[in-house]
């Protein structure tokens, strides 16, 4: 279909399954095991009905926000993904260009396809504000030059990711082959490449998980909360830790002097039966108000995983989240139409979120609030 045919980031999602190549379909597609938690991710949003009020003055609506210092369009960014070589020959480049033009944050993923120089280079303004997704490898000092790095070229936030303790089980994916081969071979020149490979002998040797293939056997398992003290010596980036699956965990982030958490379950890649991240929201937000924390101004809490709609960003913010990240959506637009179809794909999302704010009866995001969702059927299973 031609991309003005295109409604929804579901479309993009039919369009992707029928002309991705039968490997990429699956590694994007697939959740853990019985993927409970990847549908549940979406599901959840269905169980939030609005409050809407009428009669509001909503001639004007303004969309636009502030994310860890940095205005933006919308309170919505593109997440991580691994692996983007096999949505477009252009991978992270693709998805730089469309961010810089819609005006929202790219977080680039630690195994990104292109090199760091490439996906700076390929900002379409000098100022444009990237985050970088961390992995922690085994060896320290391979992390700490990647940190280094990526704040010398002025990435703005410093995404640790904590939910890959091991790598979960993509039946689906394992099914159509693979693994091992293409993480290697289409996993391309991943930042830290080089200096990776000088120490893999060593690596080989000292692996003891048993659910070890290549992502599996570079990601730190021993990682703690002491950890972000170092993290916090080694870099001025705010640190947040992103797969935070219950509220004791944010408190714990936030009593450790971290910037943020992002309320995620891998996009339910990692633990099936990981709750959605909107349905602990309300509780994190509780927590840690309980702590004395005011959240979105001295802690941001972020969710990702199902947001598929306008009205889901809407639900999240009134909730408590300061942004929303995606996952699949962004690779099936950039799979399709490359970067138009990746700028439509936020377009559509800006708008419909828009048309949500209208009907809602609100003029900006901070005018958002928790009366406006009902969540008397969230746990509602
Ligand atoms: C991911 N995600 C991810 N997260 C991360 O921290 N590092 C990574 O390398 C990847 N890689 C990755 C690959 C693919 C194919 C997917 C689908 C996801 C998780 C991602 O950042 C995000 O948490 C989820 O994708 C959000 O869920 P949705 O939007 O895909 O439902």
């Not at 205005?71 to 480049?93: C, F, G, Q, R, W």
């Amino acid at each position: 279909p031609r991309l003005e045919e295109v409604y929804n980031s579901f479309d993009f999602e039919s369009i992707a399954r029928s002309i991705l190549k039968k490997d990429a379909w699956y590694y994007f597609s697939s959740g853990a095991q019985d993927e409970i938690s990847m549908r549940e991710n979406h599901n959840a949003f269905h169980r939030l009905w609005l409050r809407p009020r009428v009669m509001m003055d909503v001639s004007q609506v303004d969309t636009t926000t502030t994310l860890l210092g940095t205005k933006v369009s919308m309170p919505l960014y593109i997440s991580a993904t691994a692996m983007n070589k096999m949505a477009h020959p252009d991978a992270e480049k693709v998805l730089t260009r469309a961010a810089g033009v819609r005006n929202v944050i790219q977080m680039i993923p630690t195994l990104s396809a292109c090199s760091l120089e490439e996906i700076v280079n390929a900002r379409i303004h000098k100022n444009q504000p990237q985050w970088f997704q961390l992995y922690v490898d085994k060896d320290r000092t391979i992390t700490k030059r990647i940190v280094q790095q990526v704040e010398a070229i002025g990435i703005r936030g410093l995404f640790i990711t904590v939910d890959l303790a091991t790598v979960g089980r993509r039946e689906k994916y394992l099914q159509h082959k693979l693994i091992n081969s293409q993480l290697q071979n289409d996993g391309g020149q991943r930042i830290s490449h080089r200096e990776r490979k000088s120490t893999n002998s060593k690596r080989s040797n000292s692996t003891t998980s048993s659910n070890s293939n290549q992502r599996g056997s570079i990601i730190d398992p021993s990682l703690t909360w002491t950890d972000i003290t170092w993290f916090k010596s080694i870099t001025k980036m705010p640190i947040i830790l992103k797969g935070i699956q219950r509220w004791e965990d944010a408190v714990e982030a936030y009593k450790r002097g971290c910037a943020g958490v992002v309320l995620s379950n891998h996009g339910g890649r990692q633990l099936d039966f990981a709750p959605s991240p909107i349905e602990i929201l309300p509780e994190v937000i509780d927590a840690l108000k309980r702590e004395g924390c005011d959240p979105k101004k001295d802690f941001d809490v972020y969710i990702d995983g199902g947001i598929r709609r306008g009205s889901d960003i809407f639900k999240a913010i009134a909730l408590g989240a300061k942004g929303v990240g995606i996952g699949r959506p962004s690779l099936y637009a950039m799979a399709c139409y490359g970067d138009q179809g990746v700028e439509r794909l936020l377009e559509l999302f800006q708008n419909e979120l828009c048309m949500c704010m209208q009907l809602m009866g609100v003029s900006s995001i901070e005018e958002i609030k928790s009366d406006m969702v009902d969540i008397r059927n969230l746990k509602d299973h």
